[in-house]
């Protein structure tokens, strides 16, 4: 390539490569419709493994394949509350002996200050 290709462009801007004498990889089309009735074809890698879903390029909806199934729902734990997780540190008993405890420190101060 001349000195005079580069002269005037940003380097890393303007590939000067071309596809000539390259074999991309063998590929397939994926077909997804959303709820909304949106179709699309996604191109994949032959050996890629092809996902059950997608989101949609139209809407942002979850699509789903044309041939496949729905995907099996994920087991998904209940959030820990705080609730919870100070039931797992003390019992029901402690808990009753430490409000008992901040009760009448507050008690006091409001005699205190009455």
Not at 11 to 23: F, I, V, W
Not at 27 to 34: D, F, G, H, I, L
Request: charged share 35%; net charge neutral.
């Amino acid at each position: 390539m001349g000195e005079r290709a580069l002269r005037g462009t940003r380097l890393g801007a303007t590939s000067y490569e071309n596809d000539r004498n390259t074999d991309l990889a063998p590929r397939q089309e994926v077909s997804y419709t959303c709820p909304k009735g949106h179709r699309f074809d996604v191109p994949l890698a032959a050996e890629a493994e092809i996902p059950a879903t997608w989101e949609c390029r139209m809407c942002g909806a979850t699509a789903l394949r044309v041939d496949g199934e729905l995907p099996e729902a994920k087991k998904v734990k209940p959030p820990r509350t705080h609730w919870d997780m100070l039931l797992e540190r003390r019992t029901i008993e402690d808990l009753e002996e430490v409000l008992n405890e901040r009760l009448a420190i507050l008690r006091a101060q409001r005699r205190k200050s009455a």
